[in-house]
C-alpha cells in the first residue's frame, strides 16, 4: 500500500536553513510527479514546490529562490532544500503526489508530515 514518510523538520531560527526528506513507497516513484505541501495552523495546505518524473521542476511565488526541491527515484525519496527560512514558513510539511494520492476505499491519503518551525 501507499506509505510517505517525511522527515528532517525542526526548530530553526529565521535566515537558517533545513533539508526535509520523504520516503515513497507501494507506487512506481518514477514515474510520478511528486509536491511538498504545507499547512500552517489555521490555513489550507498549500503546494509549495513540485517535481516532475523528469525533474522539471515549479514552485509557489512565496518560497521561489529560497526552496529547491530534488528527487532520487534510485531511493524513492523527494527532498526539500530550505534556506532563508521566514517565520512565515512555520507549517507541517507534506510530501504527496501532485495531484495527491487518493485511496479508492477511504479517501486522500496523506503522511504523518514533518514540523518546521522558524522562530524570528
Known amino acids: ?4 514518510v517525511e522527515s528532517g523538520g525542526g526548530l530553526v531560527q529565521a535566515g537558517g536553513s533545513l533539508r526535509l ?3 515513497a513507497s507501494g507506487m512506481i516513484f518514477s514515474h510520478r510527479t511528486m509536491g511538498w ?3 500552517a495552523p489555521g490555513k489550507q495546505r498549500e503546494l509549495v514546490a513540485r517535481i516532475t518524473s523528469v525533474g522539471l521542476t515549479d ?5 521561489k529562490g529560497r526552496f529547491t ?5 534510485a531511493k524513492n525519496t523527494v527532498y526539500l532544500q530550505m534556506t532563508g527560512l ?3 514558513d512555520t507549517a507541517v510539511y507534506f510530501c504527496n503526489n501532485v495531484p495527491p494520492v487518493t485511496l479508492v476505499l477511504s479517501g486522500p491519503y496523506w503522511g504523518q508530515g514533518t514540523q518546521v518551525t522558524v522562530s524570528s
Do not use: T
Open 59 to 63: 514552485y509557489a511565488d512565496s518560497v
Open 21 to 23: 526528506s520523504c520516503a
Open 86 to 88: 521566514k517565520p512565515e
Open 37 to 39: 505541501y504545507r499547512q
Open 69 to 73: 526541491i530534488s528527487r532520487d527515484n
Open 1 to 4: 500500500q501507499v506509505q510517505l
